[in-house]
């Protein structure tokens, strides 16, 4: 039978092990709270959102889409920028200050390029979730 004198030692041994093992992620969860994270966002969001920015010099709004299927028809305003294309060298060329809304056919290449954008420095972005389909299913309008 193990004396009292080892019982404690073991036990002691023990809850510095646990202190040392649940200590080691201090404020993570504060740390992450304050990185900046992409903002998806629906169809009607996207339009309040260009709404209220229409007469923004920061504010723009990315089609990355390929420029066949940006000239059947974008978003009125928007810039195109291939996802497909070298993209993400051409990223350097965009100011990282300013608001950006991107938006795809469907919302998945705009979710990855908005995550692309989001680890190159840039904090305001916002994915249009549901992609062109989804403004043009809205009724909302087109440019060509």
């Not at 974008?74 to 070298?86: F, K, Q, R, T, V």
């Amino acid at each position: 039978m193990p004396s009292k004198r080892n019982l404690i030692a073991v036990l002691a041994l023990l809850l510095t092990f646990c202190g040392v093992f649940t200590g080691c992620d201090t404020g993570s969860a504060v740390d992450d709270a304050n990185l900046p994270a992409v903002q998806n966002i629906s169809v009607a969001e996207a339009k309040a959102l260009i709404d209220r920015n229409a007469v923004s010099v920061d504010f723009i709004i990315l089609d990355v889409r390929t420029p066949s299927e940006y000239a059947q028809g974008h978003i009125p305003g928007a810039l195109n920028l291939d996802y497909y294309a070298s993209f993400e060298a051409s990223l350097s060329a965009f100011d990282k200050t300013k608001t950006y809304l991107v938006y795809c056919r469907t919302g998945n290449r705009s979710a990855s390029a908005a995550r692309l954008m989001l680890d190159n420095g840039f904090a305001a972005i916002y994915n249009m979730q549901g992609g062109i389909n989804a403004w043009i299913s809205g009724g909302l309008p087109l440019e060509t």
